[in-house]
């Protein structure tokens, strides 16, 4: 079944507009649910959302419950939610279905920051409209995936953009933002028309839709900002379009890294949310930059979660029975072992064009709850300055001063002859980056509360010698924790 939704836009502002005079937006959503994030959201959980968080039955509780937790409305609530034309705009586009009694939405509505996002709900199971769409075809909801890339990815006027695997245009209608123009690719027709209709909904008349296989239909065109959120799990067998990238999860994302050099302009940034398989003899970094092959592209990659093999298996696996439970997963614990994950990692990569020797780094860190594109472009800049030539001149020459508070945490091991580890974690920011130190590291880093010169800190080195002090002072900058005093504006 195609997306068969259609809505006239000037009802559509309509809707919308009502919805956010209701709160109905993520931060207020998330904090009405009581939860840390809106990724946090449990469909599972809905009956508790509804006795603990949505008791007071207002239009905003009746808001959540029909356009995200998949439930079903009664009249009289759905009269409070919306007036007489919204409604029947609603039904008119097949958007709304029920009986005398109750009302239940035919796709959900995600909040994503203050933008309103229409998809496929996220629950198959408690949709009752499901055995309409192939399990294969539907698109994407909005999930953890598609916020955390949502708030990663630069935000600055640019040209052109290419959103691959575009799901329900989430990427491509951020984008259109800011850039010029953008295109908008995915294999699944069904997708692209979900797509289009977001787009058409409020009036965004400078985004195309493309269907094709990645790159296909773009032709020579190079992109300043190409993002991705493609299918990436490790799955035994394909069942689910969006989601399954081949028994290695590696399918999709190998080629979309692959065609980076060609379709990335000079200058662009290209950024992708995926998860990759991984054991302990093999980098992440080291198979991302076997894909670019000799292409000079800096790699920035953002741990954020590792899930166990065998966590992951269970997570995934499903059957209506214990026994048919238990084989699938076995399946999925085989199918990850024959391509020797012992972990399955959440990430964010970055790449971008170098201006030197291609740099790759690996950061980790919690995953962001607000938006950080501005920190993750800090993050380049800092590994950039770390590597120029004339910055140990430069930090001779000037004074230093640290970016901003930090905590310090320290463990020791009791009863073994280790020295302690150290690690510094950046407060008030959206990325909260962990970073090892060594102990004249720390201390420097204690000593640049305001804009100090390095000979001042040569007296709190320890007899540290004056290359070592500077190569501390690099690492620092590097990380992002020290800046010069001039270019901070100190």
């Not at 028994?247 to 999709?252: I, L, N, T, Y």
């Not at 990569?349 to 993750?376: C, H, K, M, Q, Y």
Request: net charge negative; hydrophobic share 45%.
């Amino acid at each position: 079944m195609n997306w068969g939704f259609d809505i006239d836009p000037s009802d559509g502002a309509r809707l919308f507009a009502r919805l956010r005079s209701l709160g109905f937006v993520e931060e207020s959503v998330r904090s009405r649910l009581g939860l840390d994030d809106l990724n946090d959201l449990k469909l599972r959980a809905a009956p508790i959302y509804r006795a603990e968080r949505l008791e007071t039955r207002d239009p905003l509780a009746s808001a959540i419950d029909l356009w995200l937790l998949q439930g079903a409305l009664p009249l009289s609530e759905l009269k409070e939610l919306f007036d007489a034309p919204t409604e029947r705009a609603l039904r008119t586009a097949g958007l709304l279905s029920g009986d005398e009694r109750t009302v239940r939405a035919r796709a959900s509505l995600f909040p994503v920051g203050e933008e309103l996002v229409f998809a496929d709900h996220a629950s198959h199971e408690l949709d009752p409209s499901a055995a309409e769409t192939p399990q294969h075809d539907r698109v994407m909801y909005i999930g953890t995936d598609s916020r955390w890339l949502a708030r990663v990815t630069f935000r600055k006027p640019i040209l052109s953009a290419l959103d691959l695997c575009t799901g329900s245009g989430i990427h491509a209608l951020l984008a259109a933002r800011h850039a010029a123009r953008v295109t908008a690719v995915d294999v699944n027709p069904r997708a692209l028309a979900c797509t289009r209709f977001n787009a058409r909904l409020r009036g965004v008349t400078n985004l195309d839709a493309l269907e094709g296989d990645l790159y296909a239909p773009v032709g020579e065109r190079r992109f300043e900002l190409i993002t991705a959120n493609p299918p990436f799990v490790p799955a035994p067998s394909q069942l689910v379009g969006f989601r399954d990238g081949g028994p290695s999860g590696e399918d999709v994302q190998r080629r979309i890294v692959e065609g980076l050099p060609r379709y990335l302009a000079p200058g662009g940034v290209a950024q992708i949310v995926t998860e990759l398989g991984e054991n302990d003899d093999a980098p992440l970094e080291r198979r991302l930059r076997a894909w670019l092959g000799d292409a000079p592209l800096d790699i920035h990659v953002l741990r954020l979660r590792a899930h166990a093999a065998e966590t992951y298996a269970l997570a995934h696996a499903e059957g209506d029975s214990t026994a048919d439970f238990l084989q699938s997963v076995g399946l999925w614990a085989a199918n990850l072992r024959v391509h020797g994950y012992r972990r399955v990692v959440s990430v964010l990569i970055t790449f971008r064009w170098s201006d030197g020797a291609p740099w790759s780094r690996v950061d980790s860190a919690r995953p962001p709850t607000r938006n950080a594109g501005a920190e993750l472009a800090a993050i380049f800049a800092s590994e950039r300055l770390a590597r120029a030539q004339d910055l140990p001149e430069r930090l001779r020459a000037e004074r230093v001063v640290r970016t901003g508070p930090v905590a310090v945490f320290e463990s020791r091991a009791f009863g073994a002859e280790l020295a302690p580890s150290i690690t510094v974690r950046s407060f008030g920011r959206a990325l909260s980056v962990e970073h090892a130190l060594s102990p004249l590291e720390l201390g420097l880093l204690a000593n640049t509360e305001r804009p100090v010169t390095v000979d001042a800190l040569r007296a709190t080195a320890g007899g540290s010698s004056d290359d070592e002090l500077v190569t501390a002072l690099v690492s620092l900058v590097s990380k992002g924790l020290v800046g010069l005093a001039a270019t901070s504006g100190t």
